[in-house]
């Protein structure tokens, strides 16, 4: 009978002990998951460094390995805009993780359906596949990717 007592306030103890470390953890994951940031709320590194990442993005890989081989051009004509509003968690190293189409903002008028579902899919997807900088890592991101033109 003492044993089972023992066992049982051992329990007790293992399981009230492993409880207060995964709700320090949740606590900890819930105030990282708070703080969202939207394009307006930047501050000026943040703002430049969110700009050059963009920049770099979208004419050095996506325009090249995307736009150029799909023959799409981006102007008044073709493709004014090529914007879609997307959420996502940004972890320590720069990763980006699971993306939440917020809106789109694709105005490609003598392109077909298909071809814009395989445009958007494309801009997440080799989105996703950037490196954050430091500025801007854990916390949780609510902004436009892609690019507009003035028309």
């Given at each position: ?9 051992m329990c007790y103890f293992f399981t ?10 949740e606590m900890e994951m819930n105030e ?80 077909s359906i298909e071809e814009l579902l ?34």
């Amino acid at each position: 009978m003492r044993g089972l007592k023992l066992t049982l306030i051992m329990c007790y103890f293992f399981t009230a002990c492993g409880n207060t470390n995964n709700s320090e953890k949740e606590m900890e994951m819930n105030e990282q998951i708070e703080k969202i940031l939207s394009f307006d709320d930047f501050t000026p590194q943040q703002f430049v460094d969110w700009n050059d990442l963009m920049e770099k993005w979208w004419f050095e890989d996506f325009k090249v390995n995307y736009l150029d081989l799909k023959n799409i051009i981006q102007d008044c004509i073709d493709c004014a805009d090529i914007t879609i509003v997307v959420s996502f968690f940004v972890d320590d190293q720069g990763m980006i993780g699971e993306v939440d189409e917020i809106e789109d903002v694709i105005d490609c008028p003598n392109r077909s359906i298909e071809e814009l579902l395989e445009l958007k899919k494309e801009v997440i997807n080799s989105f996703k596949k950037l490196i954050i900088p430091e500025s801007l890592r854990n916390v949780k991101l609510n902004v436009p990717i892609g690019r507009s033109t003035l028309c």
